[in-house]
């Protein structure tokens, strides 16, 4: 009897490669004749340009070309707009997106000046000191406020304002239900930007035959067949001229989503004009620029509550920083509107945004994609809230839940997938329980830390719920083949950057076919083998790929034992299908293996019957009604110095529901990943701009990243509701761990040192030690 492997435990198939250095990352891309690119970045953040003058680059030996946005004649022209603005009533929406190289100006450091093109990578770096360039630098726009300011410098000169989009949206009457509210609370909160620090940084490989007339490129994307219709459509190339592959990628986290890079754009134009292979690959310092950014925000926020404690409304005015340019739409603060609502019934919801163009890098989603403002806003209210009414923090949020029987939940405003915001399924009250019980709430909060407190130590404990739309459309598809070997090949549209795609899809195969897991090849992100998908991202794979996958298995399943039913002529019925072959009931000696049932499917002789396919296979696609809605609760205990404040997570547990599961370790380690760059955010990551635009902490020297010593063994636990929206009832993972940790910090934090018996209120996010230490002092002083 085949052994199911649908929601095991099983080892992932592509780590034999990954450990014994098999993989194929973009860097391993070696090829005849291969040119290197590096790319002259403006120094300043805000300036006309004046001239630039590349012939003394020209001059150096082993330099085969230099461009500059002259150059690339009608070829240059600002990238497309990825996301349109959602249809809500009243939007403002100026939409202004990257160019391949700057002209006239640049509005941001390390936006792209010129491109040098030599024989190694080495000499392209030196001929970058070759390039004059001469910059009348501008006012720089950081502030986001002072940029909506009528005498501030404009980004963009040819509009009125640094204004990006305008959106309002709201449910019930927030009016009324503060006029009701026995407790309205007003704060202001503060979330930062960050990077995203892949361990493969971004990468491109173009290569032009002209013989065939054919460009193949390797990419770090996440969306390998836009990356080919937009290259395609830009070159004037048919899109079976484009080949993109993205192998394996080290991590992606949302800006490899980003496109179309200027690096995207230059490569394959230059590989066409000098029919030579050329490779970029991105270095840490440019990381810091070159690549898309998140989480700029301030919100303006108020809770109105019943004497109970429970939320009669909220209302939220936020600025977000969308960087210089908007290509991605409106993704980011829509999320972070819709995310705020969290598990709670908000009976009143007015919410307000004004995205602003600034001199900072351009921001796009990452892991969380807006979700972590929302979250952040929410739990810091309650948290304030349940000081001021004396309630217990755990049970504000409990008295608040949406009720199991409530569910599908319509919250009304419009998400970013266009659809009203509407959660499918949930159970809420149990994943709370779970996580009070894991982390021992009542026991901690009662006796251990008094005890410890008794000690001189300064524990805390700190408690976050959340949502996370997921697994949002259009589409994605799959084909699943049967091979005359009996191994069964699927190949998909979306990318991987380390989900186990190779392994869950593979599960998934493995017991619609009744093969073994080792089985079943799974190819992703080459658009030579699957055609059409939009891509990996908002924790789509699974829910969109895999029921892709899952009907493609089906279909095959239903060839198999039609063809075997016709060989053996017996009731497909009576058929069984297991361990790589087809038997008759009870009559396990008579079979057919997979391999010559392809065969079969494939005839040399005979007629194909009208509504029969040769070929054991199918393509299949798989698109939802709207977004599958995930939830957790996260709780933390950690211990604080209060004289140089370092922090010690001394417990830290995640109750995750996300519906079926198809593959438990797979799915502890996205959460794992997720918590690590969570705390990342919450409490090392910050990136310091000054007021002219220009990073002051671009190296990992400065930018702090928590390492195996900050992150700490977490214990996971799940519960499932399955989602109506997919035949597998899976939901989305793959941002649960990073959303909720920045308000699980503050409140922790605050309770160890019991800030607000001193007026202290965490507001921000990331803290750090030396920030703990000017909120506490400057409370001293007050």
């Excluded at 690959?281 to 925000?297: P, S």
């Excluded at 019934?345 to 989603?365: E, K």
């Excluded at 005359?484 to 869950?504: E, L, M, P, R």
Aim: overall charge negative; glycine content about 10%; some cysteine.
């Amino acid at each position: 009897m085949t052994t199911r492997f649908f929601g095991a435990p099983v080892k992932r198939n592509e780590d034999r490669k990954l450990l014994t250095g098999q993989a194929l990352f973009i860097d391993d891309v070696e090829l005849p004749g291969m040119l290197h690119a590096a790319f002259l970045r403006s120094p300043v953040a805000h300036a006309r340009i004046k001239g630039i003058d590349v012939s003394r680059a020209l001059k150096r030996p082993g330099v085969v070309a230099v461009y500059t946005a002259d150059d690339l004649g009608a070829y240059w022209q600002p990238g497309p707009l990825l996301v349109p603005p959602p249809p809500i009533a009243g939007i403002v929406f100026n939409q202004r997106t990257q160019v391949p190289l700057a002209k006239e100006k640049v509005r941001h450091v390390g936006e792209p000046l010129a491109v040098v093109v030599a024989e190694s990578r080495y000499i392209a770096e030196d001929a970058l000191d070759d390039i004059d360039v001469d910059l009348e630098p501008l006012p720089a726009v950081v502030d986001l406020e002072a940029g909506l300011a009528a005498a501030s410098p404009r980004v963009h000169d040819d509009l009125g304002s640094n204004i990006s989009a305008h959106v309002h949206q709201s449910k019930g009457d927030y009016r009324r239900a503060a006029a009701k509210a026995h407790l309205i609370l007003k704060r202001r909160f503060r979330y930062e930007h960050g990077i995203s620090s892949t361990i493969e940084t971004r990468g491109v490989v173009a290569q032009w035959n002209a013989r065939s007339h054919q460009m193949a490129i390797w990419d770090t994307t996440q969306a390998p067949v836009f990356i080919r219709n937009g290259i395609a459509a830009m070159l004037g190339l048919g899109e079976r001229q484009v080949r993109v592959i993205a192998p394996f990628v080290g991590g992606g986290f949302g800006p490899k989503i980003m496109m179309f890079y200027p690096e995207e754009v230059a490569l394959p134009w230059i590989s066409m004009r000098l029919n030579r292979p050329v490779k970029w690959i991105e270095d840490r310092l440019e990381h810091f620029f070159a690549t898309t950014q998140e989480r700029g925000q301030i919100h303006d926020a108020e809770i109105a509550l019943a004497r109970d404690g429970r939320i009669l409304g909220i209302k939220d005015v936020f600025l977000h920083d969308t960087g210089a340019y908007d290509p991605y739409g409106l993704t980011v603060p829509i999320n972070s509107q819709c995310t705020l609502l969290g598990p709670y019934v908000v009976p009143a919801y007015d919410s307000t945004f004004t995205a602003v163009f600034t001199n900072l890098p351009i921001v796009t989603p990452y892991r969380g994609a807006g979700r972590q403002h929302g979250v952040f806003v929410m739990e810091r209210l309650l948290d304030l809230a349940a000081h001021e009414l004396n309630i217990d923090p755990a049970e504000i949020r409990r008295r608040n839940l949406i009720p199991s029987d409530a569910f599908p939940y319509k919250n009304e405003i419009i998400y970013q997938d266009f659809q009203p915001l509407e959660y499918d399924s949930g159970n809420y009250e149990p994943v709370l329980d779970k996580a009070l019980a894991a982390i021992g709430y009542n026991e901690f909060t009662t006796n251990e830390q008094p005890r410890l407190r008794a000690q001189g130590r300064h524990v805390g404990i700190g408690l976050a719920c959340y949502v996370e739309g997921t697994g949002i459309g259009p589409y994605e598809g799959a084909k699943v083949q049967v091979q005359a070997n009996g191994k069964v090949s699927v190949a998909t549209g979306i990318g991987t950057q380390g989900q186990g795609h190779f392994t869950s899809f593979a599960q998934i195969v493995a017991d619609q076919l009744g093969v073994d897991v080792t089985e079943v090849d799974v190819v992703t992100g080459d658009t030579d083998q699957f055609y059409w998908g939009a891509g990996t991202f908002a924790s789509r794979g699974a829910v969109v790929a895999g029921n892709a996958v899952n009907e493609a298995s089906r279909v095959v399943r239903q060839k198999a034992l039609k063809l075997a039913s016709d060989a053996f002529e017996c009731s497909e019925d009576d058929l069984v299908l297991a361990d790589g072959k087809v038997s008759i009931t009870g009559i396990p000696e008579k079979f057919i293996r997979l391999g010559e049932l392809a065969q079969r499917a494939n005839p040399m002789r005979g007629a194909v019957k009208p509504g029969i396919e040769p070929g054991l296979e199918s393509t299949q696609y798989f698109g939802p009604p709207s977004g599958a809605t995930a939830n957790g609760v996260h709780a933390m205990i950690v211990e604080v110095d209060p004289q140089i404040f370092e922090l010690k997570i001394l417990k830290y547990v995640v109750v995750h529901d996300c519906g079926t599961v198809i593959n438990p370790m797979i799915l502890a380690g996205q959460i794992h990943g997720g918590v690590a760059q969570g705390i990342g955010n919450a409490f090392y990551e910050k990136l310091a701009f000054d007021d002219q635009g220009q990073l002051l902490n671009a190296s990992l020297a400065d930018y702090l990243l928590p390492t195996a010593l900050e992150v700490p063994r977490m214990e996971l636990d799940h519960t499932t509701t399955v989602s109506p929206l997919n035949p597998l009832g899976v939901k989305g993972a793959g941002e649960a761990g990073a959303i909720p940790v920045g308000p699980l910090f503050a409140q922790a934090i605050e309770d160890a040192l019991q800030l607000k018996q001193n007026e202290v209120e965490l507001l921000e996010i990331p803290l750090s030690p030396s920030r703990l230490f000017e909120l506490v002092q400057k409370a001293k002083r007050a």
